[in-house]
């Protein structure tokens, strides 16, 4: 890294080259306001917020007003940001852009996290002397996401930047002209792009706010928070949930240099209301309906635990590896059953053992940002990894970057560079199914089957290495694809293949590893999405696919049947798993939300969500990160683990740790879990870190309706966290981070003053910790499938694709994203609807070939689906249809 | 030879009985005289006047818990406020209230006096000793070394009124100032007896030895229950025995005209007592170095001048 | 030396003054209006709650003894869905007061406020909210505020220009 020598305010800095003034100031740690500029958004100089005086040499004493964030760091540049002139020019600034902020700021949601507010006191413009009218916006409705509150703009245009030229939005402009301009859609309506809600985060002031946190709200100087990884799917990203009486309140973005960065998705952000679902398992129930104390279920378990058969325990890829184990450690090892249908688990067994021995580096998504041509093989990473979506719609903008870098031009000259991406894009080429939230900014994008999609990627790795098995049969229109793809890819410094268990093929992941490992020369690199927060975790402890449960009990040679935080019926058909849960002995289900298979549950146990309980999680990339709990769980609710240990008679486990370790002893693979974040007996300077910020308030009155005598506050035993405003706050390790907070720092901004270099990585590492790193050789996978060839009078029924909203099981019991959740319907060709004489909106009656199953849905043109595939679409109806095999069609009536 | 005149044991046991319920009642009459002058009304609750609230606290006192650290030494500790209650008590054998009123009648009846205020001192020590705790020590070591410092000036400065009367009998004192108070000629002396009269009952502004913002409570911070009222009406003993003193030794003890004698000497006793209490209730206390200093540069100085010249004067009044 | 004896003096003078001890309970002392008692909430001169749930009097509260959620009725007014006030913790300071942006929390002259049951202390909306406007009479937050509210649309606060209209082409 080249670092410069400049001067501010008369003393001596070295800082980074090649960045600006303003990030180089941030870096440092000095207070120069701003509003329009975003680390991840670059600069375009709108606000006139970060001006500062620059001096010509030593000399010079009478400089002139530059913004910062324009004015690349030279060596030995003189700068003043005291000076009086540009003091006197940021307040008389910022007095203006204030003259038509409303008086709104006690009922206004960002009121004590508002940038806005930060700034205008950093400014020293406390009084308001503009006594005229003030210019007044009508509101839009926005959808279930995000509260719109345009009189509090102050139109720095972040909002468009991030929403239209960021994430690829098109239904948020800026409207209206001159003083007037307005930031909203078109019409009233729900905004379409899947990270809209960051716009609350991104917006400095109160216009875009979170409506779901609006519903039960808080002030951030109340909400009680713990560092914590989002579980809606694989990528891990980091969130800060916020607790306050007893309730989550909302989940906003934790930095994580190398995963989320500045953004999360909304299924991450608005997900969380599960947890405070009214459905909610807050008892233990007999049978589902009689509710038992504690400590009698407790007794129950252990009981049914000594039958004469050995009990059999099914895991889950949405419980933690603590709790995985604890099921493993209670069981036996031979008695422990990954609860993954075998298709998936074969998937993740293959992307397992590519991660660890594969020879092809798996980039993190800072990496992935960085790759200038992406193949993506089977995947609609925007709807089953969706902050993977966001990192690959930036590998686009690399080519632009790399031609400004040509002409002399920063990168974060955010105007120029944008200008540049319409002539220089990097390639992106998709291969799906269905039409993707990608395709806008894809060089080519390819609509096939499963299978035809794999034997494209093979026919790319034939391409790049001859070594590589071709697939036979290919049509000369997939040929030259396939060279065309190979060429874009052999051209690129940094080329990157995504796949993942998306469209359920197995063929699709080995074809993506060929095309990477025929990359390797050029650094080929390869990332799989995963469906679920612990899916890779979970492969990593070698459990047994659930059809061998189904198999064992079938056999009678199982007693008690343990089910952690599964819900079988969306694993196994319906059949299978109404045999396997009348078959078995007994049934106990520990889980959080009621679904199918805990309603036959004999023995149901509350667990705690990810919001109540610690646990360790493997990302989609092999790395291990803990979530911390936000509040103790409400009694007798607790977390899956603790009632897998509190059943056990002599285990040397009996805190968290000791579990962790455990497993961590007890696979080699998972060794390094341990470091994924400091221990129970962690402490910063003696102290434990608290949950709550120094301003917490309502401490001895928040109970007091129940009992004026004030409890002691909660101990949290099992993390170096406490329920507490007292302790450490500075020197917390970035695991261990619950909320970026700094005097006179109040909004999300703040997290500038914790990275080693703005928008980089935190000051003393990101949390968590990479299992793998690329090793080993890897062969190449000769096993190509053949072309799928529609049979007359049969459709193939795929996957139901995971649906940002409502494709997973935990979040669709949010309700606003409950509400974005698409209707149930199915998905055809033209011209299977054209056979079959129905149009888009009529109902089709499904039935599958054994008659086992008939359903009838509302259909839906897609004109780029491939003839013979049935998509379904929407949930959880749908579900039961993945399971069917062919089915037969026929026009049918609405039900 | 010891000329003694003891008096009846109804008489000794009245003077002593009454010597400890003015000195309970002075509790009551300090907190009345110190809200008088602080615009205050003071206790006012208890009875008639908030008489009882001696007796309230009385009471309290009885009822505490008797508790001695474990820490402590504690025959010394039980022994120490026992010894400071029963030196003061003894002093008032000397007093005369009135010719014929009084418990005993030593020819050596000031020294009598100085040396028994002087023996009050081992209660601090010891208390402070005992209680093994190093505020206490700090309060006991500053209270011997104020008692002997103040011992030396408070002996020097009576001896003018020993040479104008020509006895250390208290009555042959008091009969002496027939003809007008020693006030008037050892006025210096009058002075350097009340400073030092004030050290030795250690009240404020002379409370070093228990002052509050520095050392707790001094020597008496482990005390609470009887034991600690036991230091506290020793106090208000000291007070009481101090004012009998100046007034028998300056202010011609029982003698003035119209009034009974007895009268007479209870009416200067109560003002010079009230006068402890404001200069209490007005002056703020010196620190440590100030206050030895004050003593020993000061008063000692103050008081040899005393009696060279007195002694002079007397010596040429003889000879004329 | 003289000052000892003069402030003996000055002293000695007070022996005469008479006593400022208020004979309380028997005689009430005179308290002022902005004398700091019993917390109450008012209302604005519509006669509606004028709390609106910002949390700035908990935050201000040195010994938190105030806890409130906002809640919204359907024309996006803010009101708290309960107020607390533990009086057993409360010290009176006032600082709510200072800090609430509406005028709604105000501190009263009553501070005859003893119970046996500590429980009793503890305040709650019902128990805080009067019918009044206290010591301010003419504030009403939502007549400046830009936020609108059931009779009180966008443009039609104090010093409100109308809505803008978008699609105007006009200059």
Redo the contacts between chains.
Sequence with gaps: MNTIDIDIDGLAYRVKSGVSLLTACQTLGLDLPYFCWHPALGSVGACRQCAVIQYRDAADSLGRLTMACMTPVTDGMRVSIAAEQAQRFRGVNIELLMTNHPHDCPVCEEGGECHLQDMTLLSGHTRRRYRGLKRTHKNQYLGPFLNHEMNRCIACYRCVRFYADYAGGSDLQVLGMHHNVYFGRFEDGALENEFSGNLAEVCPTGVFTDKTFSAHYARKWDLQTAPSVCVHCGLGCNISPGERYGRLRRVVNRYHGDINGYFLCDRGRFGYDFVNSPERIRTPRLDNHAEIAADAAQQRFRAMLNGHLPAIGIGSPRASLETNFALRSLVGAENFYAGLDGGEQAMLETIRDLLADGGVHTPSLREVEQADAVLILGEDPVNTAPRLGLALRQTVRNAAFRRAGELGLPPWRDAAVRELEKQHRSPLFIASICPTRLDDVAGRCYRASPQDIARLGFAVAHCLDGQAPSPAGLDAAQQALAAEIAAALRQAARPLIVSGTGCGELAAIQAAYNVARALRPNGGQLVFSVPESNSLGLTMMAGKPLQQAFRRVAEHTAGCVIIVENDLYRRAPAQAVDAFLQQAAQVVVIDCLPHQTAARAGLLLPAATYAESAGTLVNNEGRAQRYFPVYPPPEPVRGAWQWLLAAMDNSDCRHFDDLTAACAQAFPALAGIVAAAPDAAFRVDAMKIPRQPPRYSGRTAMLADLKVSEPRQAQDAETALAFSMEGASVGIPAALQPVFWTPGWNSAQAVNRFQAEIGGHLSGGDGGIRLFEAAGEGAWFTQIPDAFRPEPGLWRVLPPPLHIFGGEELSLHAPALAERAPPPGVLLNPADAETLAVASGEWLVIASADGALSRCLPVKIEPTLACGLLVAAGLPDCIALAWAGPVTLQKGDRP | MIDTGIGSPAAIFGILLSAITVSALLIWVERKLL???????GPNRVGPFGLLQVAADMIKMFFKEDWIPPFADKPVFVLAPVIVFATMLSGFAVIPFAPDVGVVDLNFGLLYFLALSSLSVYSMILAGYASNNKYAILGGLRAAAQTISYEVFMGISVMGVVMLSGSFNLRQIVEAQRDGWFIAPQFLGFCVFLVAAIAESRRAPLDLPEAEQELVAGFHTEYSGMKFGMFFVGEYLGVTLSSALIVTLFFGGWLGPWLPPLLWFCLKTGICIAFFI??R???PRPRYDQLMAFGWKILLPAALFNLLATGAIALTVARI | MLS?LR??W???K??L?????V?YPEQKPALSPRYRGRIVLTRDPDGEERCVACNLCAAACPVDCIALQKAEDESGRWYPAFFRINFSRCIMCGFCEEACPTYAIQLTPDFEMCEYDRQNMVYEKEHLLIDGTGKHHDYNFYRVAGMSIAGKDKGQAENEAPPVDVKTLLP
Excluded: F, M, N, P
Aim: glycine share 4%.
């Design positions: 809200a008088v002058w602080q615009d205050r009304i404001l200069v209730g007005s002056l | 000892l402030t003996l000055e002293v000695c007070h022996t003054v008479k006593a400022d001890t004979q």
